[in-house]
């Protein structure tokens, strides 16, 4: 799409196939940004070998293409979703860009390819009249000074204006800040990140449902045919916690993946590491959402780190049932085990 950088902090885009010979791994890649600084959050792939990336710029240029749902930008930073072909160069290879923000700033942190169709999370505080909002949007108006919001786009809505098919805020008073996104089989979005507001909106059959401390972690499950929240519950101890992966299983249990500085953070009998070892650890959490409210919906839950800081940003699933995180370590005695290639 572009061969030279522009300015600031320009997107780029890489496709690497290490079965090549050296010379020859790195298939396809690109430059994408404007004037200002472009920081990418998310990427995805479909079927039909598009790549869709979604993140935050401050560029008064950001390429545009197609039906650009938001023409110019809204504020001081605005998202923005793009879906480029990379078997096509030049300006046909960019095949949607669009802004989506309001007059202050708008971060767009996470994605989902779908059936062809982009779904986003993020936070924003912008106010009720400029924020894009759409469909059955459970919240217009903003809660706090910064909302989480979930988003749904397709590229080929026609007009610009039906590009965008669902829009909605999530929040309470304070700062809530959506970081993950993952999406179920029945098209639910299911957002994560954390919240400082007390009057986080939970539902009456999530455990726990107190607000506990500096912040907590969230999961929240949004059904864009509806209004209300079908599912919404927080995740913490007594000082920070925060959630930075989440992914979904095959019977449709959530995990999520972050940090907390909690030293009494929520854990479950028999996890490999129930209490914190250091200045803040690394978990991982897993959710049944469905199950009556005399259940729990918290079906396991461990610390992992060591006795400095670990935080963990992302978590994948095995085709055997493992789970799989990904972070980083300031800990010394971090635990190590099996056939690892660098154990100190």
Same mark, same amino acid.
């Given at each position: 799409f572009r061969n030279s950088y =522009?300015?600031?902090?320009?997107? $780029?885009?890489?496709? /690497? !196939?290490?079965?090549?010979?050296?010379?020859?791994?790195?298939? %396809?890649? =690109? #430059?994408?940004?404007?004037?200002? +600084? !472009?920081?990418? =959050?998310? /990427?995805?792939?479909?079927?039909? *070998? $598009?790549? %869709?990336?979604? *993140? $935050?710029?401050?560029? !008064?240029? #950001?390429?545009?293409?197609? +039906?650009? #749902?938001?023409?110019?930008?809204?504020?001081?930073?605005?998202?923005?979703?793009l879906k480029l072909d990379p078997r096509v160069g030049g300006d046909a290879g960019l095949v949607y860009s669009t802004y989506f923000g309001g007059e202050a700033a708008d971060r767009a942190t996470a994605l989902v390819v779908r059936n062809g169709r982009i779904y986003i999370t993020g936070y924003t505080n912008s106010n009720a009249e400029t924020f894009p909002i759409a469909g059955n949007a459970r919240r217009r108006d903003p809660a706090g000074d910064w909302d989480a919001f979930a988003a749904i786009f397709d590229p080929n809505g026609g007009a610009a204006s039906e590009t965008l098919l669902y829009s909605t805020r999530v929040g309470g008073s304070r700062t809530d800040a959506a970081l993950a996104l993952a999406v179920d089989a029945a098209g639910n979005l299911l957002i994560a990140g954390y919240t400082a507001s007390a009057d986080f909106p939970i539902t009456q059959r999530a455990n726990p449902v107190e607000f506990r401390g500096a912040t907590d972690a969230f999961l929240t499950r949004i059904n864009p045919a509806s209004t209300d929240l079908t599912f919404s519950t927080l995740l913490g101890g007594s000082d920070t916690d925060v959630a930075y992966g989440i992914t979904i299983d095959r019977m449709g249990a959530v995990f999520l993946a972050g940090h907390s500085g909690s030293s009494d953070f929520p854990t479950t009998s028999g996890a490999p590491q129930m209490g914190a070892a250091g200045r803040g650890d690394a978990f991982v959490a897993r959710f049944f959402l469905d199950r009556g409210s005399e259940v729990s919906a918290l079906n396991w839950s461990t610390l992992l780190g060591g006795e400095a800081g670990d935080v963990a940003y992302a978590i994948d699933l095995a085709e055997n049932g493992d789970v799989w995180i990904a972070g980083y370590t300031l800990s010394d005695r971090f635990p190590v085990r099996g056939d690892a290639p660098q154990r100190a």
């Open positions: =522009t300015a600031g902090r320009d997107v $780029f885009i890489v496709k /690497i !196939d290490p079965r090549r010979d050296r010379d020859q791994q790195i298939v %396809y890649s =690109t #430059f994408v940004g404007g004037s200002g +600084n !472009d920081e990418p =959050t998310g /990427i995805g792939l479909d079927d039909a *070998g $598009f790549v %869709y990336v979604c *993140g $935050f710029t401050n560029s !008064d240029n #950001f390429p545009l293409a197609g +039906n650009a #749902f938001q023409g110019r930008p809204g504020g001081r930073e605005d998202g923005f979703v």
